[in-house]
């Protein structure tokens, strides 16, 4: 599977995690000059702005250990854009990662961390 198959099947599976955890999933791969966020959900009163790390190895650590602090800055900037691109009620925003390793052999590991940003 190539890199790119492997981060839109990794996407998926963040997706429907979160919507199996009673979340809303209303916007995927969104883009603007600013960059793209991989998907934007709603939890209740939050607008949770998600980025989604896939891995096949755990060689260079756990997904989630890519996202770096300049990373959630620049979630914190789509997260403005976002809103201000879609109108509609105001919300808390929350930044969260959803890490997905997938091994050779056996279902892939979720882990959904919550307000990093």
């Known amino acids: 599977m190539r890199t790119i198959e492997l981060g839109r099947a990794g996407e998926d599976i963040a997706a429907a995690y979160l919507r199996s955890r009673g979340m809303h999933v209303v916007g995927r791969n969104w883009r ?10 709603i939890d ?17 650590g756990e997904p989630v250990e890519a996202v770096t602090p300049d990373k959630v ?23 969260d990662v959803v890490s997905v390793w997938w091994p ?10 919550k307000w990093v940003g």
């Open 32 to 41: 603007c000059p600013a960059g793209e966020i991989d998907l934007v959900a």
């Open 44 to 60: 209740g009163a939050w607008l949770v702005v998600c980025e989604v790390k896939t891995r096949r190895s755990l060689v260079a």
């Open 73 to 95: 800055r620049r979630l914190r900037r789509l997260a403005l854009a976002w809103i201000e691109a879609h109108d509609g009620p105001r919300r808390t925003v929350r930044i």
């Open 104 to 113: 050779s052999s056996g279902p892939a590991v979720v882990r959904h961390v």
